[in-house]
């Protein structure tokens, strides 16, 4: 069992909306603004999607936004793009003894 | 441009060892924290082991006291020695760079088998 709780599937149309939630606990998600996302296509290794909850990297599209609330973060991907079908992977930083923590990844299918 | 080039996979059997190696290339080596996360096979993310610039380590319990992560900044590269392995450490191994608190980049990974 992972150490953050996200669903294990999740579908949207081209076009439409579709969030992501991560959940934590206070030790990890909630205690720290270092929750990022990860899009992993198959085969290929993850890439960084959003990082410090909700900032985005050069070059990833402003249709992927980050937020958080308590021990639950989200990641929503607005306007779905075929591209977008993947998997999809939260992280926390959880302190200087865990240090890192995923969720359980969550497959996105663009219908 | 930031290259990261994990090699030193293979099959071993269990109760044995292997050393892994990331080469790094592109970036200003010794400024970063690195680290290693592993990904068993139709499975998740998992963090294993983490080192700072000078050297160092902390590392996931599920290695903690098989695993050593070390560095040679004068070479740019990364080692991850795994003594007693099990199948459970089977896993694509990813040498990853850290942004703030972030992955921001991977290698294209090397894969471990462990099984007789």
């Known amino acids: 069992q992972s150490a953050l709780t996200q669903p294990r599937s999740v579908s949207g149309s081209p076009g439409q909306s579709v969030t992501i939630s991560c959940t934590g606990t206070?030790?990890?998600?909630?205690?720290?603004?270092?929750v990022s996302w990860y899009q992993q296509h198959p085969g290929k290794a993850p890439k960084l999607m959003i990082y410090?909850?909700?900032r985005r990297p050069s070059g990833v599209p402003d249709r992927f936004s980050g937020s958080k609330s308590g021990n639950t973060a989200s990641l929503t991907i607005s306007g779905l793009q075929a591209e977008d079908d993947g998997d999809y992977y939260c992280?926390?930083?959880?302190?200087?003894?865990?240090?890192?923590?995923f969720g359980g990844g969550t497959k996105l299918t663009v219908l | 441009e930031v290259q990261l080039v994990e090699s030193g996979g293979g099959l071993i059997q269990p109760g044995g060892c292997l050393r892994l190696?990331?080469?790094?290339?592109?970036?200003?080596?010794?400024?970063?924290?690195m680290t290693w996360v592993r990904q068993a096979p139709g499975k998740g993310l998992e963090w294993v082991s983490t080192?700072?610039?000078?050297?160092?380590?902390s590392y996931a319990d599920s290695v903690k006291g098989r695993f050593t992560f070390s560095r040679d900044n004068s070479k740019s590269t990364l080692y991850l020695q795994m003594n007693s392995l099990r199948a459970e450490d089977t896993a694509i191994y990813y040498c990853?760079?850290?942004?703030?608190?972030?992955?921001?980049?991977w290698g294209q990974g090397t894969l471990l088998t462990v099984s007789s």
């Open positions: 990853v760079r850290e942004g703030s608190y972030n992955f921001d980049s």
């Open positions: 190696s990331c080469a790094a290339s592109g970036f200003t080596f010794n400024n970063y924290v």
């Open positions: 080192i700072t610039g000078s050297g160092d380590a």
């Open positions: 206070s030790s990890d998600v909630g205690g720290y603004n270092y």
């Open positions: 410090g909850v909700n």
């Open positions: 992280c926390s930083y959880a302190g200087t003894y865990t240090y890192w923590v």
